[in-house]
């Protein structure tokens, strides 16, 4: 730089931009669909929109999550393991230890962040459920949010679960409730609305630059909340009951191909009753609850296919990586035996009377009630697998169906994709179609190695290897070690409606099974007994990876852990409270 213009030297002012021919990527998350839920899977639920990414990229059969929600969000965002970013479990139930903080580290930066700082727009809308439970004030600190890990725009709910007629919304970090005054108000619809609205924004203000967007719906969590019209739509269709659908959904499976002949369908576990056994005068409301859910999986998926139709409209599509994760773990059983009319009632141990439910049926769907429905629906809609979420150690609990498009990369259009694959994968897999290296330091931080590995190389070779060839799986102490085609399984002995019943580590409620799985498709078939060598070796690979990944100590929810392991709290102990004009602000 001289005195003046004229003695000086030029340069462009650099910015930011993401290579040359960078996707956009739109990657969509549904809450708590078994693997045998969707119609493009062989469930009793048409899906067209799954349809729709299935027919024009692929459908990925062994791809899974963790059980549970946040440890999959987390895992899923970061590329890393869920123990490995302290989120074992979820942050309502954390406590101090490295696994179970619920404080993901900022040296495993998301990949959001990443893309963010390589010439990405990004967004996020619907549930996050990541931040710590201190973290989630109006005064911050807002780090663990999505505007602090990497999303320039957010719209959603910060916790579990939520009405989807009345949801505690925000904006960036600020309440909303956008439900005022308003009798037509869905919350899948909204979010939808608002990441069309900014993907439409986006495009026309910087055309040049990809867009990554996260779509994360508070669908399919319980309660169920749809429109009549919808849950009118299955009347009837599950009178038959849960161990019917579970055969029908099973054969259509076979037939289509989504799972391999010779597939065994595993046997109902004898905590489940059989629906000949299930008392005739609670089987309407069990078919009620049933068709609500269906009715609530049949308008999400619509939504998602808005989505698909704005990426069409801008002209994008074909240069667009779209990710449909139908669930962050398998099927919910948390609904208890007969189902629940108020989800908090059976969140604090106490299920209600089916009595009831009977007498409230009209209920299920509304704002009236926070439904979930019977055990016996998850055990089915998991086919052709055994448990179902928070069983870690089985594919109920950790197969998600998965459909990829991009019609720019996919050839094999409508293929079949069974290579091995976990949530962390799906990180590197982004990164790699965009075409950005993973980063040694982010924002000044030296990262923390990469567990996942990209799929990329799926898209145009069905019959390659898989490279993933060792994952572990842990959640409330059930567990399982697969590596190359094997799998050894834990059972820990406690069924996912006990909220708050516990066993003992090694106890006689646990059984560790062994699946050759190359041969054995849905766990059907244990050779514990026949290779004890085998099943040795694995649970030695389960402990070293245990110690590895801050697996341990291995904990129930319900397990009584003292002051001493609780983690922070924002109120710090107050039990006397001001509250004022300016609260109004912020609700």
Not at 154 to 176: H, K, L, R
Not at 497 to 511: A, C, I, L
Not at 526 to 534: I, R, S, V, Y
Request: aromatic content about 12%.
């Amino acid at each position: 730089m001289g005195r003046t213009i004229a003695d000086s030297t030029l340069s462009p002012l650099p910015t930011t931009q993401a290579p040359t021919g960078a996707p956009n990527i739109v990657l969509v998350l549904l809450d708590d669909v078994g693997f045998g839920t969707c119609g493009t899977f062989g469930g009793p639920v048409p899906t067209p929109a799954l349809d729709r990414v299935a027919k024009n990229g692929l459908r990925y059969n062994q791809f899974h999550t963790t059980a549970l929600c946040s440890p999959t969000r987390a895992a899923m965002l970061t590329g890393r393991n869920h123990h490995t970013v302290h989120m074992g479990g979820i942050p309502e139930a954390a406590n101090i230890f490295p696994g179970y903080d619920s404080v993901i580290p900022k040296e495993a930066a998301s990949v959001a962040e990443i893309l963010r700082l390589s010439g990405y727009s990004t967004s996020c809308f619907g549930k996050w459920h990541l931040t710590p439970l201190w973290e989630q004030t109006l005064a911050g600190p807002f780090d663990r949010w999505p505007t602090g890990m990497g999303f320039e725009r957010f719209y959603g709910i910060i916790n579990a679960e939520a009405s989807q007629w009345e949801p505690p919304m925000f904006d960036q970090t600020t309440p909303v409730m956008p439900y005022e005054g308003r009798d037509d108000y869905h919350m899948t619809e909204d979010i939808v609305d608002q990441a069309i609205s900014w993907m439409n924004v986006q495009k026309a203000s910087h055309p040049e630059r990809p867009f990554f967007t996260y779509v994360a719906t508070g669908a399919m969590h319980c309660p169920h909340h749809v429109a009549q019209e919808w849950i009118d739509k299955f009347a009837g269709h599950f009178d038959n009951g849960w161990d019917a659908l579970r055969s029908e959904i099973f054969e259509r499976q076979l037939e289509s191909g989504v799972i391999p002949d010779g597939t065994l369908l595993t046997e109902r576990p004898a905590e489940i009753p059989a629906w000949d056994d299930y008392p005739d005068r609670y089987k309407p409301v069990a078919s009620r609850l049933m068709e609500t859910f269906a009715g609530f999986l049949a308008h999400t998926d619509a939504q998602v296919g808005r989505l698909l139709d704005a990426v069409e409209a801008l002209g994008i599509d074909d240069n667009t990586l779209f990710i449909y994760i139908t669930g962050d773990n398998g099927a919910s059983a948390e609904g208890t035996i007969h189902g629940a009319w108020s989800a908090p009632s059976f969140q604090n141990g106490v299920p209600e009377d089916p009595e009831w439910l009977l007498d409230r049926m009209d209920d299920f769907g509304s704002a009236r009630c926070e439904n979930h429905y019977n055990v016996g629906w998850a055990w089915a809609l998991d086919s052709p697998f055994q448990w179902m979420k928070q069983v870690a150690s089985h594919f109920g609990g950790t197969r998600n169906a998965m459909a990829v498009s991009w019609p720019a990369a996919i050839t094999d259009t409508g293929g079949l994709r069974d290579q091995f694959h976990h949530v962390i994968d799906i990180m590197p897999t982004i990164l790699a179609a965009a075409g950005i290296e993973m980063p040694t330091y982010v924002n000044g931080i030296q990262q923390m190695p990469v567990d996942g590995v990209s799929m990329l190389y799926t898209f145009d070779n069905a019959l390659a290897l898989s490279t993933r060839a060792t994952q572990y799986f842990e959640m409330f102490g059930n567990r399982a070690l697969y590596h190359d085609g094997w799998i050894a399984s834990c059972y820990h002995g406690r069924v996912p409606w006990n909220r708050f019943g516990t066993f003992p580590f090694d106890g006689p409620e646990e059984k560790w099974e062994l699946y050759n799985i190359r041969d054995d498709f849905s766990q059907g078939k244990d050779l514990a007994q026949e290779f004890p060598e085998k099943l040795l070796e694995l649970r030695a690979m389960f402990d070293d990876q245990a110690n590895r990944h801050n697996i341990y100590p291995m904990r129930e929810p319900g397990s009584s852990f003292g002051l001493a392991m609780v983690p922070p709290e924002s109120l710090g102990g107050l039990n006397k409270f001001t509250y004022t004009s300016d609260h109004r602000t912020y609700a």
